[in-house]
C-alpha cells in the first residue's frame, strides 16, 4: 500500500519526471562537431578534447522548493582533466620505440627547452581522466560535509606507477586491503529492493578509443524509485597492455531529507595484474566485470550534501 501511495505523486514529464518534489530531466543531443571541438579544446586549453564530445547533453535533478539543481555536464567535467597529470602514462608502442630510439629522443631533448604553452598542450592527461562529480546550483547555499576518507597509506596512493607488476591489493578481492572496513554508507540494501523503477536512462558526456589503444568514456545513469533516487556517474579507462581503470560517483537520495549521500572511488590495476583474470576477450570491454575485480586505489571518500 505504501508503494502503491508513492507511485500516485510521480508524474511524467516529456523528458524526465517529477516525484516528491523533484524534477529529473534527461537531454540528449548529437556529438559535437570538428569547430566546435576545436573551440572547447581552446577554451579549456587541452591539447586535445575526446573523439566524441556531448557537450548539448544533461541530466538534472532539480529540488523545487529549494531550487537546488544537480547536473551533469561534458564540458565541467573535461574542466578537470589535468594539464600536467601525476601519471606520465604511455602506451606500450610508445615505450618499446622510445627504448629503440634512445639516441633519437636525446637529440630531441636537446634542441631547446619547449615553452610553457607548448609544454602544457604536450603534457595534457590524454586519458582525460576526470576528478568531476557532478556540478551543482543552489540559490539559497549548500553544505558539504566530509563523512568519511580512509588514512592515506602508500599502498593506496594513486601516484604509483601505471606499469607496475605489483597492484596495491590482489586483483579479484575488489577492497582497499586497509584493516578497519569504511562505515556503510549508501544503503545498497533498499538500492537491491525490487520496487518499481519509476524512470530510468543513462547519458553519455563524452568517449575517446585513445587512438586505437583503448577507451575512456565518461557518462551518468539515474534510477529514479518511489521512495529516493539513485545516480551512478563512472568513467571506464582502458589502456590496451598498460592498465585498468574506473572511477565511480554514486549519489543517493530519500525523498523528504533534503540531503545527497555522495560516495566516490578510484579502482586501477596494471594490465598485467588484470590479465590473468580475463577469460573471455568480451570481459576486455564489460566495465561492471573489471570494476568488481580492480582493487580500490582512492576512497572510498564519502560526502553529505545538505541543501
Known amino acids: 500500500f505504501a508503494v502503491s501511495r508513492m507511485l500516485q505523486k ?8 517529477g516525484v516528491s518534489g523533484w524534477k529529473i530531466r534527461v ?34 535533478l532539480e529540488h523545487e522548493e529549494t ?12 574542466r578537470l582533466v589535468a594539464h600536467s597529470p601525476p601519471q606520465n602514462i604511455k602506451v606500450k608502442a610508445s615505450q618499446q620505440w622510445t627504448q629503440s630510439n634512445q639516441s633519437h629522443v636525446d637529440a630531441i631533448s636537446t634542441q ?8 602544457r598542450l604536450a603534457n595534457y592527461d590524454w586519458t582525460f581522466t576526470t576528478t568531476y562529480n557532478g556540478s551543482i546550483q543552489c540559490p539559497k547555499g549548500y553544505n558539504t560535509i566530509d ?35 569504511p562505515p556503510k554508507f549508501i544503503p545498497m540494501d533498499k538500492l537491491q529492493r525490487p520496487d518499481p523503477i519509476l524512470f530510468y ?54 525523498y523528504g531529507t533534503n540531503r545527497i549521500l555522495r560516495e566516490c572511488t578510484r579502482r586501477e590495476a596494471p594490465w598485467s595484474a588484470v590479465e590473468p583474470r580475463i577469460r573471455d576477450l568480451k570481459q576486455l570491454n564489460d ?3 573489471i570494476s568488481s575485480i580492480l582493487p580500490i586505489t582512492e576512497g572510498p571518500i564519502m560526502q553529505i550534501i545538505e541543501f
Open 67 to 78: 531550487g537546488f539543481v544537480l547536473y551533469f555536464d561534458a564540458v565541467d567535467a573535461l
Open 287 to 289: 566495465v561492471n566485470y
Open 27 to 60: 537531454h540528449k543531443a548529437a556529438i559535437d562537431a570538428s569547430t566546435a571541438k576545436d573551440a572547447l579544446a581552446s577554451q579549456l586549453q587541452l591539447g586535445d578534447v575526446p573523439e566524441m564530445v556531448f557537450s548539448k547533453n544533461r541530466m538534472s
Open 112 to 119: 631547446g627547452a619547449l615553452t610553457p604553452e607548448q609544454h
Open 201 to 254: 536512462d543513462e547519458v553519455h558526456l563524452f568517449e575517446d578509443e585513445l587512438s586505437d589503444n583503448g577507451i575512456s568514456e565518461l557518462s551518468v545513469k539515474v534510477r529514479v524509485m518511489p521512495q529516493y533516487w539513485f545516480c551512478l556517474l563512472r568513467q571506464w579507462i582502458r589502456v590496451d597492455d598498460v592498465l585498468f581503470r574506473v572511477l565511480d560517483c554514486r549519489m543517493y537520495c530519500e
Open 10 to 17: 510521480h508524474v511524467k514529464l516529456e523528458d524526465g519526471v
Open 147 to 181: 563523512h568519511y576518507s580512509p588514512p592515506a597509506s602508500p599502498s593506496s596512493s594513486s601516484s604509483s606507477s601505471a606499469t607496475s607488476s605489483t597492484p596495491s591489493t590482489t586483483v579479484g578481492s575488489g577492497n582497499t586491503g586497509n584493516i578497519s572496513a
